[in-house]
T-cell receptor
Framework: GAGVSQSPSNKVTEKGKDVELRCDPI?????LYWYRQSLGQGLEFLIY????????KSGLPSDRFSAERTGGSVSTLTIQRTQQEDSAVYLC?????????????FGNGTRLTVT | AQSVSQHNHHVILSEAASLELGCNYS??????LFWYVQYPGQHLQLLLK??????LVKGIKGFEAEFIKSKFSFNLRKPSVQWSDTAEYFC???????????FGKGNQVVVIP
């Protein structure tokens, strides 16, 4: 079956521009996560969606970052007025939440480069 | 919030050598523990997990990990590595009932043929 799909796979943008990153989770997975992976920094939690519940936004690094999940499926992560420190690989993952200890299935990520 | 520590970020070893990667977490309650692996050019995938029961967990490709509650540790081991084990390994923890998964910074493992 299809895994988690992310697009674009690579994005180069100029400082100050806005970008949108897309994630298509595995069908039937109710939980969706965004992480950021920077070189040597591991995975940094950004935001978590679970069904119709209010998302856990506690990991978003600034108000330039926002995310939404429409219809409980596709999610977009938006970064406004990009800065060079936003350059990283942005990973999306989904999981079954019943039970709530299900492993995450990751996409291949979007490599964002801010010039 | 829980945090995860992984030491020895870069590990280089020869085929057939034994591998042990340390993972320590800071959270006093009940936790779920995971090791994820990212092979070159591939996405992160689950290697093994511990939820409850036998603290010695066996995963894919001959890997195992032992949960030692008193030491807040979940170290990963493989008795004899292969070149194909070259990858980055991440330990992850979430508090039971909380779906936010915290990752360590990873161990980059290079196995020399």
């Amino acid at each position: 079956g299809a895994g988690v799909s992310q697009s674009p796979s690579n994005k180069v943008t100029e400082k100050g521009k806005d970008v949108e990153l897309r994630c298509d989770p595995i069908s039937g997975h109710t939980a969706l996560y965004w992480y950021r992976q920077s070189l040597g920094q591991g995975l940094e939690f950004l935001i978590y969606f679970q069904g119709n519940s209010a998302p856990d936004k506690s990991g978003l690094p600034s108000d330039r970052f926002s995310a939404e999940r429409t219809g409980g499926s596709v999610s977009t992560l938006t970064i406004q007025r990009t800065q060079q420190e936003d350059s990283a690989v942005y990973l999306c993952a989904s999981s079954l939440v019943q039970p709530n200890n299900s492993p995450l299935h990751f996409g291949n990520g979007t490599r964002l480069t801010v010039t | 919030a829980q945090s995860v520590s992984q030491h020895n970020h870069h590990v280089i070893l020869s085929e057939a050598a034994s591998l042990e990667l340390g993972c320590n977490y800071s959270y006093g309650g009940t936790v779920n523990l995971f090791w994820y692996v990212q092979y070159p050019g591939q996405h992160l995938q689950l290697l093994l997990k511990y939820f409850s029961g036998d603290p010695l967990v066996k995963g894919i490709k001959g890997f195992e990990a032992e949960f030692i509650k008193s030491k807040f540790s979940f170290n990963l081991r493989k008795p004899s590595v292969q070149w194909s084990d070259t990858a980055e390994y991440f330990c992850a923890v979430n508090a039971r009932g909380n779906n936010r998964l915290a990752f360590g910074k990873g161990n980059q493992v290079v196995v020399i043929p």
